[in-house]
């Protein structure tokens, strides 16, 4: 029996590929394919799991945010709510989608480094549930929206713990070097909490940190978050402030490939609850509600992507290509990053997978690349190509370079399926033209 990376996936007796209960093939032919496939239990499982852990093992208010870069469509704000989940935003059309499927913006936090008047003024007019402050110009242009508008907005304050996550450059951001936050160690972080309590019309609810994304190690995390009290039992004892709210970030690691370990979310939560109700009997300080903000381990393995192969390139001692209809424009991360992802023939699932291949994407560029030299069945022109754990940061980096229609999201549950997400037509593509 071929074991996948996945495990809602299953070889079905036709010999195909079943994801959460539904036959792979017979979806391709319904909707076409490129073709997202969201598995919606999988997604409430770990929405669930995060709720319930943090709830069991931090303070009663202690809630998890849904970091909604890892994919943003209205769909999924829906599940989140419904799951007791709030929400991170990095920009407001993240805001403006989950208000649309009519998300509480109340349980949202925007963040970004470089938030324009226009943001923050849209934000604060929605009621957005905390403005994670990056740095001293924001402060001042949020002091003066709010006064102007007569508010008084939730922020917390992000700081650079220092914390070298050893993950992909691109996706490490908790160093001092960091275009984010405030470091501690420069004196950044103390100037700007003390600029915060001075800041009429916010309200300093706590910090925020964030070391870097896709970390197997609960190491990172537990540093960052004792680095986190000890800053805050600082900001006690030099300003009086008692820091009600600590915003550890996400970044926990997913299994893309069988070589990649398992990750323990209940575990890792429950070893930062010790860590950080140490510090806070040892330093002195309440301990504060925590939020965590998880995306990729929210979405990632609940995701599939389906395409067609068009062409079976072989270069004689050299290179074999099987080329698909879709590419890095729906999920650019080899391309960026060499991130790996296994696949499957989904037609073709239950044969033996020795045939060494790069899977090439449509665009014109040699980069365009999925995967180079991984083991599949033995591929022809007309399969169904299948590439596993793509549901974060696939379609949300997803973009129309050489003018091509992003995929649909089709969501299964139980075998049932449903378009959560169209897929784009040409004249979506022109729609803006004038
Ligand atoms: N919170 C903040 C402030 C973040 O910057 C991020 C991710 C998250 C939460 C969620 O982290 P996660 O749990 O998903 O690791 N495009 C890259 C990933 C960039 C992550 C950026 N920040 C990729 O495809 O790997």
Redesign the pocket.
């Known amino acids: 029996m071929t074991e996948f990376v996945m495990e809602n996936c299953k070889v079905n007796p036709k010999g195909n590929l079943e994801f959460a209960g539904a036959d792979t093939t017979e979806l391709a032919g319904q909707y076409g394919t490129p073709l997202m496939l969201l598995d919606e239990n999988k997604i409430r499982e770990h929405a669930a799991l995060y709720r319930d852990a943090m709830k069991k093992y931090f303070t009663p208010d202690s809630y998890p945010l849904y ?1 909604s ?2 994919l943003s469509y209205k769909g999924i704000y829906r599940i989140m709510q419904q799951e007791g989940v709030g929400s ?1 935003a990095v920009s407001c059309g993240e805001i403006y989608t989950a208000k649309a499927a009519g998300f509480d913006v109340g349980k949202m936090v925007f ?1 970004g480094n470089n938030k324009t008047e226009e943001d923050l003024r849209y934000a604060v007019r929605v009621g957005i549930g905390r403005i994670v402050v990056d740095g001293p110009e924001e402060l001042e242009e949020l002091g003066k929206i709010c006064t102007g508008l007569g508010v008084k907005q939730k922020i917390q304050i992000r700081i650079t713990p220092g914390i070298d996550p050893h993950t992909h450059k691109a ?1 490490s ?1 908790g160093r001092v070097d960091s275009k984010f936050g405030n470091a501690i160690a420069t004196g950044q972080a103390e100037k700007i909490t003390r600029a915060a309590l001075k800041t009429e019309g916010v309200e300093l609810m706590g910090f925020h940190c ?1 070391v870097g ?2 970390i197997f190690e609960t190491e990172p995390f537990i540093n960052a978050s004792a680095i986190m009290m000890s800053f805050i039992a600082d900001m006690k004892k030099k300003t009086g402030f008692e820091a009600k709210e600590l915003n550890l ?4 690691g997913v299994r893309y490939v069988k070589e990649h370990p398992y990750f323990d979310y209940e575990k890792a939560i429950e070893e930062l609850s010790v860590k950080i109700k140490e510090q806070s009997a040892s330093l002195n300080v309440k301990m504060p509600d925590i939020m965590l ?5 929210m979405v990632a393995a609940a995701g599939i992507t389906l395409y067609t192969v068009g062409s079976v390139k072989e270069i004689p001692e050299m290179k074999n290509y099987v080329s698909i209809d879709g590419g890095m424009t729906d999920n650019p ?1 080899y391309a960026l ?1 060499q ?1 790996q992802y296994e696949a499957v023939i989904a037609n073709k699932a239950g044969q033996k997978a020795d045939y060494v291949c790069s899977i090439a994407g449509r665009c014109c560029e040699s980069g365009d690349l999925i995967a180079e030299n991984i083991k599949l069945q033995k591929a022809k022109k007309g399969d169904i190509l299948a590439v596993f754990v793509t549901g ?2 696939n379609y949300s ?1 997803a973009s129309n370079y050489n003018r091509l229609p992003r995929p649909a999201i089709v969501t299964v549950r139980d075998g049932h399926s449903e378009v959560a997400v169209r897929r784009e037509s040409y004249e979506d593509l022109i729609k803006n033209d004038v």
């Open positions: 970091a870069k890892a991170d963040h996706i951001t964030h994304s896709q970030g996400g970044g926990f903000e998880p995306g990729r381990s991360r990053y991130s974060a940061y980096m």
